[in-house]
């Protein structure tokens, strides 16, 4: 090997050597400093299904592992995270509760969640044993696939009462494109694959592990706009959902959910089932000061005027109530909490421990005039 081509491979080396202790230190002040939110759930924690497109996989048991928390998993053998669920006693009531990730709430323990909570809060004021509450909450879900669960196991598993929990961040989305995920290699992922300069593979395991990835990711995709002479601007993701000006897909969204609202009616009308609907904002709708702070910088105090903060829940709910259905509005509930422990997780971005407890002692004060007309709660 002559000495020019050795010069060549040792600077190359060097180079090599260089960039992988330069990401390694990246990596690690990302993760103490700066984390990251990767790709979070744990491999063949979902499972592919015909109907609904995805659920979570029966018998799973696993942890689930962030830089905020770690949590047990245990997935029962109809794919809810719940106990197995036993026939149902003579004289009691069951409920059936569906929605997102906010009900299935991976990012605390099974008896932290906002239904477990609901449930020992009726215990405590109907008796132990009276009411059993089913937490059939699957992530990524959105009103489309919870009426299909409501249909299949509302009328087998002999349900008196149902809750359908709608969240105003992503339930528009997920119901005008109900089969945008799929389940590929394990893992919860969007049908519709990103191109990029590394192969699928490499990226998708890239986005479990390395926040330097993440991080150079969303800030290359911040800085195309600018690179083609775009100026960005940092209102545009809130105003279709805070503003009233027609925005098409948002519009569309609301009229597919409102017909998804009145099928879910429907279908329990049919089972002789009252439904309530629970209606879970978004954290910058409970903590006002945050946007208005970073919105008033950008627009000035009349351009801030137009942006409504209660906007999305209020339609929700008007939605639900325009229909007849009982609804549990949590956007005040939570704001009267809004200076007490964090309701939300700061990176994750769901409901803390506190934040279970609040929506879990609201949902059930509203669940009890419905147990009572069922007859076996005085």
């Known amino acids: 090997m002559n000495t020019r081509r050795r010069t060549w491979l040792g600077n190359g080396l060097l180079l090599v050597v260089a960039v992988g202790a330069t990401l390694a230190g990246f990596e690690v002040i990302l993760r103490f400093a700066l984390p990251q ?5 744990p491999h063949d924690l979902f499972r592919p299904d015909e109907e609904i497109g995805f ?3 029966p018998e799973f048991s696993g942890e689930l592992k962030t830089p905020e928390f770690r949590t047990h998993l245990a997935i029962n053998s109809l794919g809810f995270r719940n106990a197995e669920i036993a026939p149902k006693p003579k004289g009691a009531l069951r409920v059936l509760v569906v929605g997102d990730s906010f009900v299935s709430a991976l990012n605390v323990e099974s008896e932290e969640s906002f239904v477990s909570i609901a449930g020992g809060a009726l215990a405590h004021r109907l008796g132990a044993g009276r009411v059993e509450l089913v937490n059939a909450g699957t992530p990524n879900y959105g009103t489309w696939h919870e009426l299909r ?12 009462v149902a809750v359908l929990c709608v969240f105003v961040g992503n339930d528009l989305e997920d119901n005008l494109h109900p089969m945008s995920a799929m389940v590929r290699d394990g893992y919860l992922v969007e049908r519709k694959s990103v191109s990029g300069l590394l192969p699928r593979p490499v990226r998708a ?5 390395s926040m330097s990835y993440v991080f150079l990711w969303n800030a290359w995709h911040r800085m195309r706009d600018w690179v083609g002479g775009r ?3 940092p209102m545009d993701p809130f105003k279709g959902f805070l503003t009233s000006g027609g ?5 569309d969204g609301y009229r597919v959910s409102g017909g998804l609202l009145r099928e879910a009616k429907d279908d329990a009308a049919g089972l002789g089932i009252p439904l309530l609907v629970v209606v879970i904002p978004q954290e910058i709708q409970v903590y006002p000061e945050q946007f208005t702070t970073f919105a008033a910088g950008v627009l000035g105090s009349d351009g801030l005027a137009r942006y409504d903060l209660t906007q999305p829940s209020r339609r929700w709910a008007t939605l ?13 509930v939570f704001r009267a909490r809004n200076t007490g422990p964090p309701l939300y997780m700061r990176l994750d971005g769901h409901l803390t421990v506190e934040g279970n407890k609040v929506a879990g002692e609201a ?3 509203a669940m009890i005039p419905l147990l009572a007309e069922k007859g076996s709660v005085r």
């Open 37 to 41: 939110k990767l790709y979070r759930y």
């Open 205 to 209: 395991w890239l986005q479990r592990h």
């Open 363 to 365: 949902i059930a004060s």
């Open 247 to 251: 925005d098409s897909p948002i519009e």
């Open 149 to 160: 669960v409501l249909r299949r196991f509302a009328r087998s598993l002999e349900i008196d």
């Open 55 to 57: 659920v979570l996989n």
């Open 231 to 233: 100026t960005p601007n």
């Open 320 to 332: 639900a109530e325009s229909l007849g259905l009982p609804t549990v509005d949590l956007l005040p």
